[in-house]
């Protein structure tokens, strides 16, 4: 005779209440808001293409802008600094509120309750390591920019510094002040406005199961479909920012191989002839690694321009004046976060000359970093998941920056010091700028050489830092046109290499034009382009961080940690009343005021349609979120 086994506990009064009240509720797949996991959106069924009116209506404007560039630059100049006038005189505050107001918000959201909620699943561990996420975040902050403007900005800020500022011109205080603003433009503001980008794109992506599109993130606000026209729109700006932006990056990039090309040669000035060659023979390696499957290749060669770039860093640092950067380095960060509140509070309303410097650096270093925001906003988001919202934010907010300001300090305060000695010993020859002003400056893409050239090797420095750049304006092309193909496919994270290789040609043709009309200076062409194209997604920005709030405000973890404070509040409230000092919590059904979710609406749309599993066509799927996986029709 068999003998039965264990008997089963049979379910409690409380338990059975619970499932009765899921069922009848209906909430989808049963499953409480409070109690989803979040949804990933590779778990999600999604049909990918092309979305034909995005890239038609962005191609279409992008050719048309090149070909007008093309037949008449000079006419494009005109147009585009009438615009670029307008814009910093009425909207210029604009891109300093954001500057400002994007480190603030992402601060508080990152020590609120939000900023334990996790970048994925609950319980999701991270991607990577954090010594390789910090590497990648690391790599993130290096590329063209702090070669080209390294050396130059801040001795430019040495010979002539921001009206009102604390210090003057080729003064013991300019060494640590020009280091200073420089800093401002290059850190914490600039990666709090890639930051915002990568913040919402992750959430929404690995924790609300939505495509990494910036409309998926923005239409969250009125509950509209990502496919609708004005989430249409919003791609489009996205695209039309990242083209220009990183156009102007791989311009001042050609401009500077061409530069090092004829320093190394001996050859003559060659114009910008030799800067549009090199453009053209650098974007058909871009579309032959976009097409021919060698992004592993590319890959490599990036992670070796990496260790070469940080080899850079210390040539200068032991090379050149050791001692005078050791002290430098860190007086400049003191100064810097000491100044911080007068460099950002700078305004157009200031006169003709602050209004001169703030379109000439630091209102257009903010636009230039809205237009990057998109491309650079995204890949923070691929290699942070699993990361909580204050691992995030801190992260990406003072690792890229620390890296980029010490590179900075290094590369300007080498600058600076050269300038310093050849002044104090009498020898114009070996002053960068001859006569102590920032007008008889040599050209900025000549200017990292000519600090080189007098650090010893510099012939062979100036060799590899040309293929440097070249690697830099490879992969920077490669990427950013991969981010653009995504967002013109719905966010496929396997694009057509084709739709690819296509934007390749966009970010050359843009930097064509701007070397076109730009002529010996391009800077002014690309701040013309850059302030005006970046204005309306600047705009985006700002409705992708409401729309973070309000999809934050609604997160599963928050409902559940809002339970336990109205649970805990009205059980001890009715402890007290009912029993004095001697009570204990219990849980159990009750529809009294002591109901915990009493005054809430748990069946809120907005709070159960988004973890409604669908099939690639939209029709409604069943899906078991206790086993992960979904329920197929028997």
């Known amino acids: ?66 070909g007008w560039g093309l037949a008449s630059p000079q006419q494009v100049f005109d147009v585009s600094s009438s615009a670029l006038t307008w814009v910093m005189r009425n909207l210029g505050w604009t891109f300093n509120i954001l500057a400002i107001g994007m480190v603030l918000f992402l601060l508080v959201i990152a020590f609120s309750r939000f900023g334990r909620i996790t970048l994925g699943l609950d319980g999701e561990e991270p991607e990577y390591s954090t010594g390789s996420w910090a590497a990648m975040l690391f790599g993130a902050g290096i590329g063209i920019g702090i070669i080209f403007f390294g050396p130059y900005e801040p001795l430019t800020y040495y010979l002539s510094p921001r009206p009102g500022a604390h210090y003057d011109a080729n003064s013991a205080m300019a060494v640590k002040g020009a280091i200073a603003q420089a800093a401002l433009h290059w850190g914490l503001n600039a990666w ?140 400049a960060i003191v100064d810097y976060f000491g100044h911080l509140p007068d460099m950002l509070s700078a305004n157009m309303a200031e006169g003709p000359e602050m209004e001169q410097f703030l379109s000439s650096w630091t209102t257009f270093y903010w636009a230039w970093w809205v237009s990057w925001a998109p491309f650079v906003g995204v890949f923070t988001a691929k290699i942070s998941r699993g990361r909580t919202i204050r691992q995030f934010v801190l992260g990406v907010l003072l690792i890229p920056s620390s890296i980029i300001v010490l590179a900075f300090a290094i590369l300007g305060g080498t600058a600076i010091w050269l300038q310093r000695r050849a002044v104090a010993a009498g020898d114009t020859a070996m002053a960068i700028a001859p ?28 060799a590899l830092v040309i293929v440097m750049l070249g690697v830099f304006f490879v992969t920077t092309s490669d ?65 992708m961080a409401v729309a973070l709030v309000k999809l934050l405000r609604n997160d599963p973890q928050a409902i559940r940690e809002n339970y336990e404070q109205w649970a805990l509040e009205k059980a001890v409230k009715h402890g007290v009343a009912t029993y004095g000092d001697n009570f204990a919590l219990t849980v159990e059904p009750t529809d009294d005021e002591r109901a915990t979710g009493g005054d809430f609406d748990s069946t809120s749309p907005e709070l159960t349609e988004w973890y409604a599993r669908t099939d690639e066509d939209g029709n409604p799927v069943d899906y078991d979120y206790e086993k992960g996986e979904y329920v197929e029709p028997k």
């Open 479 to 543: 990427s950013a046109s991969l981010v653009n193909s995504q967002l013109a496919q719905r966010g496929n994270p396997s694009p057509n290499k084709l739709v690819t290789a296509f934007f390749a040609l966009c970010m050359a043709g843009i930097a064509i034009v701007i070397l076109l009309f730009g002529g010996r200076n391009a800077l002014q062409g690309l701040q013309n382009l850059i302030v005006v194209t970046a204005l309306p997604f600047a705009l985006v920005l700002v409705l």
């Open 192 to 331: 709090a406005i890639y930051a915002i980008v990568g913040l919402a794109v992750a959430y929404v992506s690995y924790r609300r199961g939505r495509v990494p599109l910036m409309s998926s993130v923005v239409t969250s606000l009125w509950g509209g479909r990502s496919d609708s026209p004005v989430a249409r729109i919003i791609d489009g700006l996205a695209i039309i920012a990242t083209l220009f932006g990183t156009a102007a990056s791989l311009g001042i990039g050609a401009l500077q191989i061409a530069r090092g090309v004829e320093v190394v040669a001996g050859w003559g000035p060659t114009g910008n002839r030799l800067a549009l060659g090199i453009i053209a023979v650098l974007t058909i390696a871009t579309i032959i690694s976009a097409v021919s499957g060698v992004a592993r290749g590319i890959r490599w060669l990036s992670n070796i321009n990496m260790v070469m770039a940080l080899g850079l860093a210390v040539f200068f640092f032991i090379g050149g004046p050791t001692a005078f950067l050791m002290n430098t380095v860190p007086a």
């Open 1 to 66: 005779m068999s003998h039965p086994g264990p008997r089963q506990p049979r379910p409690s009064k409380p338990a059975k209440a619970a499932k009765t009240f899921l069922r009848e509720v209906n909430y989808p797949h049963q499953i409480h808001p409070a109690l989803v996991p979040g949804v990933s959106v590779e778990d999600q069924r999604i049909r990918y293409g092309i979305d034909k009116g995005i890239l038609l209506a962005v191609g279409a404007l992008i050719v048309a802008f090149v």
């Open 435 to 462: 006569d102590g002003t920032a007008a008889s400056l040599p050209l900025p893409a000549e200017i990292f050489y000519k600090v080189v050239e007098q650090l010893p090797g510099g012939g062979v420095v100036s």
